[in-house]
């Protein structure tokens, strides 16, 4: 299953950026919530077994989301997942790195096909392996914000585009809205520099540019206002300003300049 191999190398270019900074590095602040990087590899780690949990305990999965349906009415996200992940700085670095590689090799030999839970509907390990290379992409975005660092990026994240593509109807329904349109045509330019084409060209809405550009909104690590993304048609502006390609409550994205490239 590529996307085992494709969350691999996703986590692993995070990796490599956190094993240069330093002790006091892990509690500074990111543009993110003001999460520090010790809450975005918390947050990172707590889903990445929480997945593995999916795949191999289905019974102990769905009690780890009764006690986090019942925390979020209480304390919230944070609290319950810094309560479930101890360790914090090199040490979470290290349990981190073990949890996913350890993931990776065995969920890329599995049926792309194969079913597991998650918090609504199930969903195949494809999906859910796809999921969590959004995050560590997204979230590890932040971070590499956060220390003036480019990513480079990889062709891998035509993965999260389709994970965008695939979440154009959730975009509206998430924030109570009903599409203006269908969904737009997307050309957009890989990492590698080829193009991708995606949906019907012959209903007027368009959106051109970077697929970089094009993840970076749809997992609102960057307002469309700040990316050369040309939108062309109601739906797609529309689309490109209520992306939300991740499960949950409705979020908006971040206000235009706020975390802009440098």
């Not at 191999?56 to 006690?67: I, K, Q, Y």
């Not at 009415?73 to 090199?90: D, M, V, Y």
């Not at 997204?138 to 003036?148: I, K, M, N, R, T």
Request: net charge negative; glycine share 6%; hydrophobic share 40%.
């Amino acid at each position: 299953m590529q996307q085992a191999i494709d969350f691999l190398d996703e986590s692993e270019t995070l990796s490599t950026l956190l094993e240069t900074i330093s002790d006091h590095d892990w509690q500074t602040q990111t543009a993110f919530k003001n999460w520090t990087v010790n809450d975005v590899l918390v947050h990172l780690h707590f889903w990445n077994m929480a997945a593995d949990l999916s795949l191999n305990d289905s019974d102990a999965f769905a009690a780890l989301f009764g006690e986090l349906a019942s925390a979020m009415q209480q304390g919230g996200l944070r609290p319950f997942e810094n309560a479930k992940i101890r360790e914090r700085g090199t040490e979470l670095l290290h349990v981190w790195q073990d949890r996913y590689r350890d993931m990776a090799e065995r969920w890329s030999d599995l049926d792309p096909k194969t079913r597991v839970k998650w918090a609504g509907p199930d969903m195949s390990v494809r999906s859910s392996m796809t999921a969590r290379q959004m995050e560590t992409w997204s979230h590890g975005q932040e971070v590499f914000d956060l220390f003036g660092k480019v990513r480079e990026e990889k062709d891998r994240i035509r993965n999260v585009v389709i994970l965008g593509i695939n979440t154009f109807q959730w975009s509206f329904k998430v924030h109570g809205m009903e599409p203006p349109g269908e969904m737009s045509y997307l050309t957009l330019a890989a990492p590698s520099g080829v193009i991708w084409n995606f949906g019907e060209s012959n209903h007027g809405n368009t959106i051109t540019g970077s697929a970089v550009e094009f993840c970076q909104v749809v997992t609102q690590t960057r307002n469309v206002a700040d990316t050369g993304l040309v939108m062309t048609g109601a739906c797609a502006q529309a689309w490109m300003e209520n992306a939300q390609c991740f499960a949950g409550p409705p979020e908006q994205p971040p206000a235009p300049g706020t975390r802009a490239p440098k």
